[in-house]
C-alpha cells in the first residue's frame, strides 16, 4: 500500500557529508509519520531520526543528534535525511520508515523501503 524508495547512498570520506531522499507512493504522505533507522553488519536495525506529519516536530538519536538534519517536502512526498560529520561509525544500509502513527527507538514501523548503503571511509 505504502512503498518507499531510497536513494542518495554511497562512499563518502570521514567528515564528510551525504543527503538521503525518500520519495513514498501509495498514501496521502501528509498522513504519514516518517523516519530513519540504519543497520549495521552483525548489528540490530537501530533509530535514526522521525519527523511528524508537519514537520513541526522531529526527534534525533543521541549518536547523530547535531550532525544530522531530518526534513520532509509533503508537496513532493519526499523525506531528507542531511548528514554532515560523517564517522565511520555511520556506516550502515540505511532504512526510510513511515506510519500512521507514531515512529520511535522500539516501535516496528509499518512501512519499510529497500534501504541504501552509506559507507564513510578514508
Known amino acids: 500500500q505504502v512503498q518507499l524508495v531510497e536513494s542518495g547512498g554511497g562512499l563518502v570520506q570521514p567528515g564528510g557529508s551525504l543527503r538521503l531522499s525518500c520519495a513514498a507512493s501509495?498514501?496521502?504522505?501528509?498522513?504519514?509519520?516518517m523516519g530513519w533507522f540504519r543497520q549495521a553488519p552483525g548489528k540490530e536495525r537501530e533509530f535514526v531520526a522521525t519527523?511528524?506529519?508537519?514537520?513541526?516536530?522531529?526527534y534525533y538519536a543521541d549518536s547523530v543528534k547535531g550532525r544530522f538534519t531530518i526534513s520532509r517536502d509533503n508537496a513532493k512526498n519526499t523525506v531528507y535525511l542531511q548528514m554532515n560529520s560523517l564517522k565511520p561509525e555511520d556506516t550502515a544500509v540505511y532504512y526510510c520508515a513511515a506510519d500512521d502513527l507514531i515512529i520511535t527507538a522500539t516501535r516496528r514501523p509499518s512501512y519499510w523501503g529497500q534501504g541504501t548503503q552509506v559507507t564513510v571511509s578514508s
Open positions: 519527523i511528524n506529519k508537519s514537520g513541526s516536530n522531529i
Open positions: 501509495g498514501r496521502t504522505f501528509s498522513y504519514l509519520v
